[in-house]
């Protein structure tokens, strides 16, 4: 019995002391970073607005890097890439879980743009450098202007990451998958990589912001190309690819 109190207890102490460090350490480095990101994009514009992007990006990506390393050792997040010689650019096509995994994929070693839902742009933050990062809105503006900024930013060499299950499932059921960056890879003929991430649905739960200790695993698997997706429709494509992220997901957490 008394093994048995100790083991809460001792959860939940880790739970609280992965809160009591990591919070502070966020908003200290997410102050810091919209003090730097304003003076560098502003800095940068009037000379070369493809440099000054490109140098957003990036440091969205290093933010992201360090935000996701704060939890550490009771929060880890580990990355394999099952076809690393793969070139770029791609759209990646990712489950979602938690309001962290936009987060995670700052472990993308590459120059990415996200697709935003209309919420995460209502944060004051989120909202003003996303819109200086060159972010997909994609319920905002018409199919044809999406289309028309993602094919630019493609054919730029920036990969596209999409969450088209449009909301945060909270568990490890995935929802069903929505057709928008399916047809935008269609059009484009770019290849379609899939993202499991296993191990976030805790980091935080939805509707909460208690973070619990635990490992987040983010795969990044071959991609489809468009030779294999050429003949299909958009529907039966993003079935296919959710298929191959439940398939993965379902063996590493069997």
């Known amino acids: 019995m008394a093994e048995r ?3 809460p207890r001792w959860y939940a102490l ?12 966020f908003f200290v480095a997410t102050i810091l970073f919209a003090i730097w990101g304003a003076a560098t994009f502003f800095a940068m514009l009037p000379i070369d607005r493809r440099r000054a992007d490109w140098l957003i990006r990036r440091g969205i990506s290093r933010y992201g890097k360090f935000i996701t390393c704060c939890g550490w050792p009771l929060a880890t997040v ?20 938690s309001s962290s995994d936009p987060f995670l994929m700052s472990v993308l070693p590459l ?32 199919f044809e202007t ?16 999409a969450f088209p299950e449009g909301t945060r499932s909270g568990s ?27 191990g976030s649905e805790r980091m935080p739960p939805r509707r909460s912001l208690v973070l619990h200790p635990g490992r987040i695993s983010i795969a ?24 191959m992220i439940q398939e993965y997901l379902d063996k590493i957490e069997a």
């Open 14 to 25: 880790q739970v609280a002391w992965l809160n009591l460090t990591f919070w502070p350490i």
């Open 172 to 198: 490890r059921k995935m929802g069903q998958f929505h057709g928008a960056a399916f047809r935008l890879a269609q059009q484009t003929g770019t290849k379609i990589c899939p993202l499991a991430i296993s």
């Open 111 to 142: 120059e990415v743009v996200q697709m935003l839902n209309i919420w995460p742009q209502r944060i004051p933050l989120v909202g003003f450098f996303s819109t200086m990062a060159g972010y997909l809105k994609v319920r905002q503006v018409p």
């Open 146 to 161: 999406f289309t028309a900024l993602g094919s630019r930013l493609l054919d730029e060499g920036v990969s596209i990451v």
């Open 5 to 7: 109190t100790a083991q």
């Open 78 to 97: 580990r990355y394999v890439d099952f076809a690393p010689q793969e070139k770029p650019p791609f759209v990646f096509i990712a489950n979602h879980r």
């Open 220 to 243: 990044k698997l071959p991609a489809v190309t468009s030779c294999q997706f050429r003949e299909m429709s958009p529907f039966a494509l993003k079935n296919q690819v959710r298929q």
